[in-house]
Each structure stands twice: as C-alpha cells, then as structure tokens.
C-alpha cells in the first residue's frame, strides 16, 4: 500500500512534464516572453526619427486614445509602470497615511508596495479557490466582525484606523467576483481601485476589468499580455480624478508655454513615447494573442485532461480571460509534490513557477493587520504556472 502511493506520487511530476512536452514541445521554454511581429519596428523607429522620445509625443495620445476605445473607459492616462499608476490611483481617491486598505494577500508585491507609499497600511484578506481572486464572502464575514461606520466612513474596531479602500486583483488575467466586491464596497463606504494590471484584454459581465471600481491600473511590463518595455495605465470614468491624474503625474506643471511653475509636489510618472510607440504596435496584435492564449488553454485542457489530480484554472462564469498565464492547481492529496513538480519541469527547462510568497508572510508586511487566510495558504502550496506565451499556440 505505501509503496504503491508512493509510486502515484512519483508519477505526478512525470506526468505532468509529459503533457507539458505534449502541448509545448522540447524547446527551451520560459513563461511568458512578448512576440513583436507588428509594427513596433516602424513606430520605434518614428519616434527616434521625430526626436520626440520622452513623455510629450503623439504615440502617447494615440495610445490613450486607443485604449479608451478598447477598454471604454473614459479616460485613461498612461503612466511609467503599473506600480506608479496604482500608487498615482491611491493618490488621487485620498489615501492619507495610516488609512488602511484591503487587498488579497495573494498577489503581486507591487500591489501593497503601492499602499505603502502612501504611507497607508495594508490589510489581508483570503482569496478564492476558483477565481484565485480576493474572496468576497471572506471579506464581507471579515468586515462583519471588525469593522464600524461612524458617520460616512468605515473604521477598523481593532486597529481604531479608518478602512478606506478595497484592491481586488485580477489573478493572472482570470477577473475576480466584482459584482459582491461593488456591494461589500458600498455597503462599507470603501473605495474600490482594480489592480488590473494582468488583465488587459479580460471582460467581467461585459465590462472591462479596470472599468468598474472607481479607478482601475493596467501593466505593460515586459512579462503582460502587451509590452510597452515598461508601462502602465490608470483608467478611470471620472473627469476630476482623470485631469488630477495627468497634472500630478507631470510634475504637477500649470500649463504654459515657457514659465515652470508647480502648484504641489508632483511625480514624473508619464510614459515615454517611445514605449507608447511600442504600446500602439503591440494594441494592434492583441485580438491575436487573445486567441493565441485562448487555443493554448484549449490544448491544455484538453492534455490535462486525464490528470485528475490536477486542476487547469479557465475563467469563471460570466467572465471572459485573457489567459495571461496559464495555471494548474495541484489537489490537495498531492500538494506535498508541488516542489517535485517544478524541479523536474524547469530540469528539463520548462520554466514553471509558484506562486508569489503570500504579502503576508514577506519580511516587509508580517507584521500587518490581516484576517484568516486558509485558502491563499493553501493556494499557495498548490498552484503552478505553466508556460503560456503567445508563440506556443
Ligand atoms: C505586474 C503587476 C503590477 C505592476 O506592474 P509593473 O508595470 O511591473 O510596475 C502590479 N500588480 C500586479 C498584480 C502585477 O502583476
């Protein structure tokens, strides 16, 4: 009997590294590179030609404009990186040092990098087995038992502080339970701000991920679903914020023609035109890649398929995904093969990866407020991903 349950577990990693080598081939593999097959050439190449290169340019307008066509947000401002925009966001809607703001323990560090700039506090909350999103019944049975509203605001009974955002993450393109999210915002008096930075291109009932909070953030790093080398975008349906957005990220400059006057303490956070020219190429091939994404998930599918201890994440109901980076979710009975699994994969250079360290457990924000977090801690011991660049379909 022990030694058969060994054998199973042994297999796992072999098996899973056969359906990899199946989908993707031999080849050297990493997770995710960028595919420049359009016009990046040609725009680059414009942009040197004009001398225009920095943040004033027509590439940055057209990609904005380009972008609001495709999101449907009214405005967006494009920014240096996805860090900056969601530190720029956090700005803008009023975060004040010791705020605290709710995001997934389960999510890219720049996310509660970005809070902390502000010299607000981070507060962690467990996240979704199947959206691998913040968790909106965990959050709402979290701010049932610590939170308070005193006049128009929320505060945190245990901490004294004021609760005053909410950041869902969009894990890996796959759009989080918004429609609970909104109510439990707005029944809390709570700001929601999207991080979706990995979520270019992913729909939730309709509506682009990064249209419904307040204010929402998209990346353009060089590992996104797009590339702009490096970039970021604050959307947002609000006049007031959207012309904030642009004067505070241009040095908080007052327009004139040749007198530099500056009416606060403002940050150089606009994107260069020359990333945006790279932004305008990459744009144009994002229906592609979209399908490129969308068939390779299909081929996983149907590879894992025959693995029934192995759970390939697709998108939810109601949602559309961008299929950023394909995941598999180990069960739990084998979860003690998670390390296996990646030494043998990237043995044979397939480049697979665990998920980000839980915030929570990080050096930096151990010592935060958070609630129970069983399901991220078990995400976190049970998640994979798997190559996923647009090439591989
Ligand atoms: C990539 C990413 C960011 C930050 O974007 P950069 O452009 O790399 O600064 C923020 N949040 C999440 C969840 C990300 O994946």
Redesign the pocket.
Known sequence: MYSKSVQNINNLSDQILKVLHKVCGKDKLVLHEPQFCGNEWIYTKDCLDSNFVSTVGSYVDRFEEELKSYTGAKHVIAMI??????HMALLLIGIKPGDEILLPSL??V??AN?VNYCGAIPHFIDSNEDTLGIDSSALSSWLNQIAEIRGNKCFNKQTGRPIHALIP???FGHPCDLDNLKKIAHDYKLIMVE?A??SIGSWYKGCHTGTIGQIG?L???G??TITTG???AILTNDDKLAKRAKHLSTTAKKPHRWIYEHDEIGFNYRLPNINAALGCAQLEQLPDFLTSKRRLFTRYAEAFDSLKQVRLISEPAGSKSNYWLQTIVLDESVANQQNAVLKITNDYNIMTRPVWTLLHKLKPYHNFPKAPLPIAESLERRIINIPSSVGLA
């Open positions: 990186n996805g860090t900056s925009a969601l999510t890219f720049a996310t970005a993450m969009h894990t991080d930075a990995e953030i990346s353009f790093n590992n996104k490096g970039g970021g």
